[in-house]
């Protein structure tokens, strides 16, 4: 088990891409934090990457907390039966809460909500609000696209140093693991 590391907020899609790796990955993580028994946080919905990789926790012994706001529930994703499960008001109540829940982010592939939570902890890490750290999953590339934005963002000028934020990145799930398991 991981030394510091207690619970870990994992973002990701709620559908599942047109990659098998994806998936594949989202099972591999989920496993590796429940026989870890680090404390898996998501977003609660029972469908796409989010639900594999919750499943894929609880089926490895672990325990796992779901944050979701009603309008979801109502219009989007079923709960996921074998969570914790907290409902709040909002989105903005509901990416407060997995972060106060969290040691730790890993962000795997997905949409625009796992783009807007990443890029809300990197904005935390910004203006020092958070010394948490971040790890994400570059599965077949996912990210590589966000990374040579961020860059673009350094060359002009808006981003004084890549090194202010405290972000790991893997290619390959074990690698990833292996990352969280030893911070």
């Known amino acids: 088990m991981s030394g510091k590391l207690k619970s870990v907020a994992v973002y990701c899609g709620h559908q599942f ?9 989202a099972v591999a993580i989920g496993t ?3 026989k870890s028994k680090i404390n898996m946080v998501f977003g609660g919905g029972n469908v796409g990457l989010m639900g594999t990789v919750a499943t894929a926790a609880l ?3 672990g325990h796992v907390v779901g944050v979701s ?7 989007q994703e079923p709960v996921h039966a074998g969570v914790d499960i907290t409902i709040v008001d909002g989105v903005n109540e509901r990416k407060q809460k997995m972060f106060e829940l969290s040691d730790a982010f890993i962000i795997l592939p997905g949409g625009i909500g796992t783009l807007n939570e990443l890029t809300d ?3 935390m890490q910004q203006i020092g609000e958070s010394k948490k750290p971040l790890f994400f999953l570059n599965t077949a590339g996912f990210w590589v696209p966000f990374v040579r934005l961020f860059i673009h963002m350094k ?7 890549i090194h202010d934020y405290n972000i790991h990145g893997a290619e390959t799930a074990n690698d990833l693991i292996k990352l969280v398991m030893e911070y």
Not at 17 to 25: A, E, I, L, R, W
Not at 69 to 74: C, F, G, S, W
Not at 155 to 161: A, H, K, L, Q, T
């Open 121 to 123: 902890i990197m904005t």
């Open 17 to 25: 891409g047109t990659n098998p790796q994806f998936k594949s990955d």
């Open 69 to 75: 706001t009603n309008n979801v529930i109502e219009k």
């Open 59 to 61: 089926d490895a012994g």
């Open 32 to 34: 590796a934090l429940g």
């Open 155 to 161: 060359d002009c000028g808006f981003i004084e140093s």
